[in-house]
């Protein structure tokens, strides 16, 4: 949070662009949200039920009772939600790109001034470097721990507040039932957040080095030619080139193993679901005959739709605020 207090002072202008790139997460959300009720509607409607849902009794109020035409009104429905999702999301991303860009000009103008106001002490103490790579690379930092924060805490808070409301008014025990992973997968996450931050700021550490050796080599070729000291140069650049490699590779080793541990996780919490889920819709419909009264083959559909996105905001690597360059980290 405090460096998140810290970055938003280079966003104080962007407060209009902020506002309206919210306003686009929350409906584009719901659109996404709502992708899986066409699909739930056409099982149960297939199944000779209708559903006890808003959505459902809004979508039958509108459309013909005809098999084909509600066949083309699901279509229709899915085709304006999924159009809905991705023009926000267009416009979301080129916002959202134009705030961030903003925002690291104004970080690397106060960088380099500072820089500029600092003495030559310090200049002569300090590898130029790793200025040059703090002001060029590490500057980009402002566009991440920002954008992390909207996307962690917006669109995610968004997020479970949507579907917990609709599969809570749906089956709350069957909720309940979908949730019951998700203090581990919370914990998991926490657990190497503290990982990947350590291994991406020795990465980074790692890299800075780089940086500072192909400057003082550009800088001192003619006296390495001079001395005859290129299979020096040679040899402590390959030493930092290796040392870089096997620093990424060290924070993508712990990367896949915690999307492996989140894989399993959500897979166990998956048969959980669809056990449960499916016990029920044998209950009520083929031992109790309840009919639309009873939990439908369409609410399963829509439970199960909602489980990826619902675990969605615990899968985030909570406290990490870095940006691996070329990470193995999903989309």
């Given at each position: 949070?405090?460096?998140?207090?810290?970055?938003?002072?280079?966003?104080?202008?962007?407060?209009?662009?902020?506002?309206?790139?919210?306003?686009?997460?929350?409906v584009?959300?719901g659109?996404?949200?709502?992708?899986?009720?066409?699909?739930?509607?056409?099982?149960?409607?297939?199944?000779?039920?209708?559903?006890?849902?808003?959505?459902?009794?809004?979508?039958?109020?509108?459309?013909p009772?005809?098999?084909?035409?509600?066949?083309?009104?699901?279509?229709?429905?899915?085709?304006?939600?999924k159009?809905?999702?991705?023009?926000?999301?267009m416009?979301q991303?080129?916002?959202?790109?134009?705030?961030?860009y903003?925002?690291l000009?104004r970080?690397r103008c106060d960088?380099?001034?500072?820089?500029q106001?600092?003495?030559?002490?310090?200049?002569?103490?300090?590898p130029?470097?790793?200025?040059i790579?703090r002001?060029?690379?590490?500057?980009?930092?402002?566009?991440t721990?920002?954008?992390?924060?909207?996307?962690?805490?917006?669109?995610?808070?968004?997020t479970?507040?949507?579907?917990?409301?609709?599969?809570?008014?749906?089956?709350?025990?069957?909720?309940?039932?979908?949730?019951?992973?998700?203090?581990?997968l919370?914990?998991?996450?926490?657990?190497?957040?503290?990982?990947?931050?350590?291994?991406?700021t020795?990465?980074?550490?790692?890299?800075?080095?780089?940086?500072?050796?192909?400057?003082?080599?550009?800088?001192t070729?003619?006296?390495?030619?001079?001395?005859?000291?290129?299979?020096?140069?040679?040899?402590?650049?390959?030493t930092n080139?290796?040392?870089?490699?096997?620093?990424?590779l060290?924070?993508?080793?712990?990367?896949?193993?915690?999307?492996?541990?989140?894989?399993?996780?959500?897979?166990?919490?998956?048969?959980?679901?669809?056990?449960?889920?499916?016990?029920?819709?044998?209950?009520?419909?083929?031992v109790?005959k309840?009919?639309?009264?009873?939990?439908?083959?369409?609410?399963?559909?829509?439970?199960?739709?909602?489980l990826?996105?619902?675990?969605?905001?615990?899968?985030?690597?909570?406290?990490?605020?870095?940006?691996?360059?070329?990470?193995?980290?999903?989309?």
């Open positions: 949070m405090r460096l998140i207090r810290r970055a938003l002072h280079y966003y104080r202008e962007e407060t209009g662009r902020i506002i309206l790139l919210l306003v686009m997460i929350a584009g959300t659109s996404l949200i709502l992708q899986v009720f066409p699909l739930a509607i056409l099982v149960d409607y297939f199944a000779g039920l209708r559903g006890t849902g808003w959505v459902s009794r809004i979508f039958f109020h509108l459309t009772d005809h098999p084909v035409a509600v066949v083309i009104g699901i279509a229709l429905f899915y085709l304006i939600l159009l809905l999702e991705e023009v926000l999301r416009f991303t080129l916002l959202s790109i134009r705030i961030g903003s925002a000009m970080v960088l380099f001034r500072k820089l106001e600092l003495s030559l002490a310090y200049h002569r103490s300090q130029q470097g790793d200025a790579y002001l060029s690379w590490d500057t980009y930092g402002i566009q721990v920002v954008q992390g924060f909207i996307q962690s805490v917006v669109v995610n808070s968004l479970l507040v949507y579907m917990a409301v609709i599969m809570f008014a749906n089956n709350w025990r069957l909720t309940l039932v979908a949730l019951a992973v998700a203090p581990l919370y914990w998991t996450t926490k657990l190497y957040a503290r990982v990947l931050q350590a291994k991406a020795e990465a980074k550490e790692v890299e800075s080095q780089l940086t500072t050796t192909i400057q003082r080599s550009s800088a070729i003619g006296l390495v030619q001079a001395f005859n000291r290129e299979k020096d140069e040679y040899q402590r650049f390959h080139v290796t040392n870089s490699v096997a620093a990424y060290r924070l993508h080793w712990q990367e896949v193993l915690f999307w492996l541990m989140v894989g399993v996780i959500l897979a166990v919490g998956a048969s959980a679901l669809l056990g449960y889920g499916g016990y029920l819709v044998y209950q009520d419909q083929m109790l309840k009919g639309d009264a009873g939990f439908t083959p369409g609410q399963l559909t829509i439970f199960f739709g909602f990826m996105q619902l675990y969605g905001p615990f899968e985030e690597p909570v406290g990490i605020g870095f940006d691996a360059g070329y990470g193995c980290g999903r989309v």
